[in-house]
């Protein structure tokens, strides 16, 4: 056949283009070669100061279970496998399938040397100024593992 | 992490930071390295298909993007078309309320794909009229060779 028509309604698909961990990664890549780490860090503080405000709003006033939430749809929505151990004063949640790192090595796009760095600085943004904060362990970008803690400050 | 579907945001601020830096061409710049490492599937399925490369590259990601749009091939007479009707990326940033999106977002689909297609033989129509309502159109032609 040399002539075909496809037409599609938003309703027809489900929202989720994996390449897009590709883009971000390429652009995490571009600015921290080009202009420098404190720049690309800077950039993904403004974004997420910016993009995540509902979510940081909801963290000041639910406290940790308002991150637990997101992280648990977002994973669930990707088809990462996490582990989640939670109170009120803390929360870890244990990457065990990083669905962005994964998909990239699947598809054979780049990992930026510093692509996890936007996992610490948005978690980071999500504790700023609330009584909580976070750390970043065990990352390995070659296993798309890695443990988010964060905790209430004593 | 940053999900893939908060992805188009970020890309929008990334294009703002880009031109706080260096103004249009740092963002151009970009665009031009994006197309050269992020679009080989484009480029590589062009090569081997023909035409016919657009409509499987665009197949896959305006379905997964679930976007609102028309796609027509003709492999006979060397062109190929999408009519968006709804962006999904556009329309996400006009929907958000709390963010503002770069000025000239749409301007990437215009320099990404036509620095791709261009070099192997096709000309390339961008339409951005209906940009600001997240609607626009693509137009791929074979160019004749003599």
Redesign the interface.
């Known amino acids: 056949m040399?002539?075909?028509?496809?037409?599609?309604?938003?309703?027809?698909?489900?929202?989720?283009?994996?390449?897009?961990?590709?883009?971000?990664s390429?652009?995490i890549e571009?600015?921290d070669i080009h202009?420098g780490t404190s720049?690309l860090h800077?950039?993904l503080r403004?974004?997420c100061r910016?993009?995540f405000?509902?979510l940081h709003a909801a963290v000041v006033t639910h406290g940790l279970s308002a991150i637990r939430k997101h992280?648990e749809r977002?994973?669930e929505?990707?088809a990462?496998i996490i582990d989640v151990d939670a109170s009120d004063d803390h929360l870890t949640i244990t990457?065990r399938a990083?669905?962005?790192i994964l998909?990239m090595q699947k598809r054979g796009?780049?990992i930026a040397k510093r692509f996890c760095d936007?996992?610490r600085i948005?978690n980071e943004c999500l504790c700023e100024g609330t009584p909580f904060t976070s750390e970043l362990c065990d990352c390995n970008p070659r296993t798309g593992t890695c443990v988010q803690r964060f905790r209430r400050l004593s | 992490?940053?999900?893939?579907?908060?992805?188009?945001?970020?890309?929008s601020?990334?294009f703002k930071?880009?031109e706080r830096?260096g103004g249009t061409p740092a963002v151009e710049a970009?665009w031009n390295?994006?197309s050269d490492?992020?679009l080989n599937n484009l480029r590589d399925l062009v090569v081997q298909h023909g035409i016919r490369g657009c409509?499987l590259y665009w197949?896959q990601?305006?379905?997964?993007?679930?976007?609102?749009?028309?796609?027509?091939?003709?492999?006979?007479a060397g062109e190929f078309r999408i009519l968006m009707h709804?962006c999904?990326s556009k329309g996400r940033l006009l929907s958000?309320s709390?963010?503002t999106p770069f000025r000239d977002y749409c301007r990437h689909c215009d320099v990404l794909y036509r620095r791709v297609l261009e070099p192997l033989g096709y000309a390339y129509h961008f339409d951005s009229t209906g940009c600001d309502k997240a609607s626009c159109s693509i137009h791929v032609r074979r160019r004749r060779t003599s």
């Open positions: 040399t002539r075909e028509i496809m037409h599609r309604n938003a309703s027809d698909n489900h929202y989720l283009h994996k390449d897009f961990h590709g883009g971000l390429c652009g571009y600015l202009f720049v800077n950039y403004t974004f910016t993009f405000a509902p992280y977002v994973f929505e990707e990462g990457v990083c669905p962005a998909h796009l780049p936007s996992t948005m | 992490m940053i999900s893939c579907t908060e992805f188009i945001p970020a890309y601020e990334l930071t880009l830096l970009f390295d994006l490492r992020f409509w197949s990601t305006l379905n997964e993007e679930a976007a609102h749009f028309t796609m027509e091939l003709d492999e006979e709804a999904p958000l709390h963010v």
